[in-house]
């Protein structure tokens, strides 16, 4: 899970950051010392987990808490236990006071985790639910895309390119992320780079898969899967 720091005490960050160093299932891509910094790096980058300070000079944490998606969880981390209350209101996930109690942390980071699976849950419910589209952020925009019109994606390390006929659309997202969110039914991957959509495969040998012009190699590792699941199941 992708989270940031946002704190404008330098020893405060490092304390928080350390804590995160120690926890596996936690990445940290940035550590801000004010809120504006901290909304303009959200614009282009994918955040799930933000570690929010409550009093900071200008927009101060509760004022942030408030625009911040509903996707973009919140922890906040602050020496004044009187902002309690005010923090549930913005549907924070947790509270923390300084100094942050190692424990503490663990278990606020485990209610974060949990409560992201359950986002991500609802989105694949939505898809299997009969949404035939989604969005997706590219150059600062929101992009609809409908799963039919995506004849593969491909992965370059933290990004995905979703191709179809007349479009490709580059994101910030890990192919396994994607591949969540994509219709079983319809897509598999076929490598460590290449998923693909199934209804456009045209033709196939035992080493690549033909999509409209595109030739994409099977992965050694994905090809017995790919003979299973698809072939045997056309069949």
């Known amino acids: 899970m992708n989270c940031i720091i946002v ?15 120690g926890t596996k299932d936690l990445n940290l891509v940035g550590s ?46 602050t020496a004044y236990a009187e902002y309690a209350v005010e923090s ?3 549907e924070a996930i947790d ?7 190692e424990k503490r942390f663990s278990k606020a980071v485990a209610k974060a985790l949990a409560y992201h699976s359950l986002l991500i849950q609802e989105e694949k419910d939505d898809i299997e639910d009969g949404m035939d589209y989604f969005f997706v952020k590219s150059e600062r925009r929101y992009f609809k895309v409908k799963y039919d019109d995506i004849l593969f994606v491909e992965g370059l390390k ?3 390119i979703l191709q179809m006929d007349n479009q490709r659309i580059i994101t910030k997202m890990n192919l396994k992320t994607i591949l969540d969110l994509l219709p079983k039914k ?3 991957r076929i490598s460590k780079s290449y998923i693909v959509n199934t209804s456009h495969i045209e033709s196939f040998d035992n080493n690549d898969i033909y999509v409209k ?4 190699a099977i992965g050694n590792s994905y090809r017995d899967n790919f003979f299973h699941s698809f072939v045997t199941r056309s069949m």
């Open 158 to 160: 933290d990004y995905v």
């Open 95 to 101: 509270y923390l006071l300084k100094p942050i109690d």
């Open 32 to 77: 801000f010392n004010n809120a504006t910094s901290a909304a303009d790096f959200m614009k282009d980058n994918i955040v799930d987990l933000v570690f929010l300070d409550i009093q900071m000079p200008g927009v101060t944490g509760l004022e942030f808490a408030r625009q911040i998606p509903k996707t973009t969880l919140v922890i906040f981390t």
């Open 186 to 188: 319809d897509f598999i």
């Open 88 to 90: 549930y209101e913005t």
């Open 7 to 21: 704190d404008d005490e330098p020893l405060a960050r490092q304390a928080v950051k350390s804590l995160v160093s």
């Open 213 to 216: 012009s595109y030739q994409i």
